[in-house]
């Protein structure tokens, strides 16, 4: 699977703005992109810690490689969330929902 087939940069910041906007729209439909977001943000911290946890390779450990790995990791939470995702993002959506009483959305296959 390739992180870049119909995705967008990981870091981009009209995607960014958007998101603030439909965080404040309230409606189940911007709260599910939310939670995507949130859950590619702790997917992006989970392999972050994961290559800081690898002793790394001598021949390929450089500031520029670290660069590279680092975008590629971001960009592949952000395929991950895509979707169904990990799950975490069905759990926070149904969390806000109770908690803010907006209408129920049903949970994708």
């Known amino acids: 699977m390739n992180p870049l087939d119909g995705a967008s940069l990981a870091f981009d910041p009209r995607r960014t703005a958007a998101l603030l906007g439909d965080a404040k729209g309230g409606d189940a439909a911007s709260l599910r992109k939310v939670a995507q977001e949130f859950e590619a943000l702790l997917l992006q911290q989970?392999?972050?810690?994961?290559?800081?946890?690898?002793?790394?390779?001598?021949?390929f450990d450089s500031e520029a490689t670290r660069?590279?790995?680092?975008?590629?990791?971001?960009?592949?939470?952000?395929?991950?969330?895509?979707?169904?995702?990990?799950?975490?993002?069905?759990?926070?959506?149904?969390?806000?929902?109770?908690?803010?009483?907006?209408?129920?959305t049903p949970v994708s296959p």
């Open 46 to 59: 989970v392999l972050k810690a994961a290559r800081a946890a690898n002793p790394g390779n001598e021949y």
């Open 67 to 104: 660069t590279f790995t680092g975008m590629l990791d971001e960009q592949h939470a952000q395929a991950l969330s895509r979707g169904r995702g990990i799950g975490l993002a069905d759990l926070i959506v149904r969390q806000m929902e109770l908690v803010q009483g907006v209408k129920k």
